[in-house]
């Protein structure tokens, strides 16, 4: 029951990131148009713009991070995991999802304790804290840490790094 619990938080919090990721797209396009054209044509530039398309651009970078988590795009080698049978995948697993969870949490860690350096620093432009930045790290950090966990949990050590499915696709091609 508590993984099922788990599993429906992931997906709310992968739908959540999926809508961001995609409305941040649409943000940063229409916000560089228009800086372009209120520079170059109107000679009157929007000097805030290249701040918030920075900003933007590193939540979308950190939460895009989590996303490739989500559904498993990180690059990895994987002729290792081919060769293995279950037991030797879920070892690999195991240790792969460990050093994983280390690095993210000491990203975490180490983004939190950024931004609350950063909270009274003002951006030059925006005057707004430059905290907002800083913090797409630790949030980025966690959301990657839950999906791993949910792939660990859910599908089992062996396949948090290749399912099964692409696994056994795999082995097919190598014959």
Do not use: Q
């Amino acid at each position: 029951m508590a993984i099922d619990a788990f599993r429906r938080v992931d997906d709310l919090l992968g739908r959540g990131e999926d809508i961001f990721l995609a409305a941040s797209h649409g943000v940063v396009a229409t916000l560089i148009i228009a800086a372009v054209f209120f520079r170059y044509v109107l000679n009157d530039p929007l000097v805030w713009t290249e701040e918030f398309v920075v900003i933007t651009f590193t939540w979308m970078l950190f939460i895009g991070l989590a996303s490739g988590f989500r559904y498993r795009m990180h690059i990895r080698i994987d002729a290792l995991l081919i060769a293995l049978p279950h037991k030797g995948r879920a070892m690999v697993g195991a240790v792969a999802v460990a050093a994983t969870l280390f690095i993210l949490i000491l990203l975490a860690w180490f983004g939190t304790t950024e931004t609350l350096v950063m909270l009274e620093t003002e951006t030059p432009m925006m005057r707004i804290s430059a905290a907002w930045a800083v913090s797409a790290v630790p949030v980025g950090a966690v959301l990657s840490c839950i999906h791993l966990l949910r792939h660990a949990l859910c599908d089992g050590l062996a396949e948090t790094l290749w399912p099964n499915d692409l696994v056994a696709s795999a082995e097919g091609e190598a014959l």
